[in-house]
C-alpha cells in the first residue's frame, strides 16, 4: 500500500546554511514548509575553512559565541616562499562554521508550518497538473511530497541542478585541524602551480592555538596536500580531525525554472578567488524568500515569474561580482612564479598596498578592481595578458565598465 502523499507549499533541499536561512526567513510567513536533510545532524560533516568578512555581522545578527577569531592579516606566499601582508578594514571572522549552520535550525525547529525530514535523501521530481497549476511531486528516500516550489540547496552535487543538466565545475577540498605555533593574526594563503585553481591555507581558530590547514585543487589532491603538510614540517598523524569536500568552480548557474529554484553551492553563488560562498548565499537567500512570497501572491511559479523576482536581482548584485571573482582567479591561473615575484614587488613598491587597506573587499572586488587598474604600473604589467588571452581582459573591463 502506498503511503499518504504530504502536502507543503515550499520544499526545500538540503539543510546548511543555505537552506536553513531561508527557512527562516520563510517562517514569518503562513507557508508550510518542508526541508529534507540527508544527514541525521545539522552541520554534520563540516566542510569550511571558515573565513567570512565581517559583512556576515551586518547580514545576520550574529551570536558572538559562533565566532571564533579575527584576522588582521592577509599573509599571501608565492610558490618561492616570498611573502607579501595584506592588513586593512576587512579583518575577517574565523567562525564555527557547525554552530552558523545550526543557529537559523534552531530558530525554527519548533514552527509548527516547518517539518525538518532529518537522515532523508531527496531522489527526484516530476511536475504534475494540480487543478489549473502545475505543481511538484518530490520523491526522497522515505516519501514522496506535494509542493508548488522547490528549492534546490543541495549542494555542489545538487540532484536538483542536475535535472536541468547543470553540473558545476568542482575543485577538491581538505583540511586538518591541528595544534600549532603559527600566528594567531595573520591568516596565510600558499599559491603553487600545482594548485593553481585555488590556494593552501592556515586559519587560526584563536587562543586556543588551534589551525585550520587546507589545501583545493581541480586534481591530486591527496598528493598535493601531503606534499603542502610537509612543506610547512605538519605532522597529519597529530591531526585533531579532518574534513574534506567539493567546492563549486566558475560563475553562478541559472537559477529560475518552473516551480524550482537554485540557491547556495547547488547555484554556483561561489567565490572563485577563495572558495567562499556564505556572504553570496545569504544576500542570494533574501531575493529567494522575496521571489517565493511573491509567488504565492501572485499564484504564479513559472520560470518567467522566478526569473523576474530571484534570477534577475542576483545576476545584477552578486553574479557580476561572483563572474569578476572567476575572472580575477583565471589571470591567476596564468601567473609563473616570475609573474609572483614580480606582482609582489609592485604591491610593495607602488602604495598598492594602501589602495588594497582603503578599498579592499573579499566578497565585492570590483571597487578595488577599478582603484588598481588606474595605476600605470599594474596596466603595464598586466598588459602580458593581453597578448595571451585579450578576450580574458576584455570581459574583466566589461563587468567592470558594465554597472547594470
Avoid at 141 to 147: D, F, G, I, Q
Avoid at 262 to 291: E, P, R
Avoid at 367 to 389: A, E, H, P, T, Y
Wanted: aromatic letters at 12%; one cysteine or more.
Amino acid at each position: 500500500m502506498e503511503r499518504k502523499i504530504s502536502n507543503f507549499d515550499v520544499c526545500i533541499i538540503g539543510a546548511s546554511i543555505a537552506g536553513n536561512y531561508l527557512t527562516y526567513l520563510l517562517s514569518k510567513t503562513t507557508l508550510k514548509i518542508a526541508i529534507i536533510e540527508e544527514h541525521k545532524e545539522i552541520g554534520i560533516p563540516f566542510q569550511c575553512a571558515g573565513i567570512v568578512s565581517q559583512k556576515l555581522s551586518k547580514l545576520i545578527n550574529l551570536p558572538k559565541n559562533i565566532i571564533l577569531n579575527r584576522v588582521k592579516v592577509a599573509k599571501i606566499v608565492a610558490p618561492s616562499g616570498k611573502f607579501i601582508k595584506l592588513a586593512g578594514n576587512e579583518q575577517p571572522f574565523i567562525i564555527d562554521r557547525v554552530a552558523l549552520d545550526r543557529f537559523f535550525y534552531d530558530k525554527v525547529k519548533d514552527n509548527d508550518i516547518i517539518t525538518y525530514f532529518l537522515g532523508e535523501k531527496y531522489e527526484s521530481f516530476k511536475y504534475f497538473k494540480d487543478g489549473q497549476q502545475k505543481s511538484v511531486l518530490i520523491k526522497t528516500s522515505k516519501r514522496k511530497l506535494k509542493a508548488k516550489i522547490l528549492v534546490g540547496c543541495d549542494g555542489p552535487l545538487s540532484v536538483v541542478a542536475r535535472s536541468f543538466r547543470i553540473k558545476n565545475k568542482l575543485l577538491y577540498g581538505t583540511q586538518i585541524r591541528v595544534k600549532g605555533s603559527f600566528d594567531q593574526n595573520e591568516a596565510v594563503m600558499f599559491f603553487d602551480p600545482r594548485w593553481k585553481e585555488l590556494f593552501g591555507w592556515i586559519v587560526p581558530e584563536g587562543s586556543n592555538d588551534i589551525y585550520r590547514i587546507g589545501l583545493a585543487s581541480s586534481k591530486n589532491i591527496s598528493i598535493n596536500f601531503k606534499n603542502f603538510l610537509k612543506k610547512l614540517r605538519i605532522n597529519s598523524a597529530k591531526k585533531i580531525d579532518q574534513q574534506g569536500g567539493l567546492i563549486p568552480y566558475g560563475v553562478m548557474n541559472k537559477l529560475a525554472f518552473d516551480n524550482v529554484l537554485l540557491l547556495g553551492d547547488a547555484a554556483g553563488q561561489v567565490k572563485a578567488t577563495t572558495g567562499g560562498g556564505i556572504i553570496m548565499l545569504l544576500i542570494a537567500a533574501k531575493y529567494a524568500s522575496y521571489c517565493i512570497q511573491k509567488c504565492f501572491d501572485l499564484g504564479d511559479y513559472s520560470k518567467k515569474s522566478i526569473k523576474k523576482y530571484y534570477e534577475k536581482p542576483c545576476l545584477n548584485s552578486i553574479g557580476k561580482q561572483i563572474k569578476l571573482h572567476y575572472l580575477i582567479r583565471l589571470i591567476f591561473e596564468k601567473f609563473s612564479n616570475s609573474d609572483f615575484e614580480t606582482f609582489f614587488q609592485i604591491v610593495k613598491s607602488n602604495k598598492i598596498e594602501e589602495i588594497i587597506s582603503l578599498y579592499g573587499d573579499m566578497d565585492f572586488p570590483r571597487s578595488i578592481m577599478v582603484k588598481l587598474l588606474k595605476n600605470s604600473i599594474v596596466i603595464k604589467f598586466l598588459i602580458r595578458f593581453f597578448s595571451i588571452n585579450p578576450l580574458l581582459i576584455l570581459k574583466i573591463l566589461t563587468v567592470l565598465v558594465n554597472r547594470d
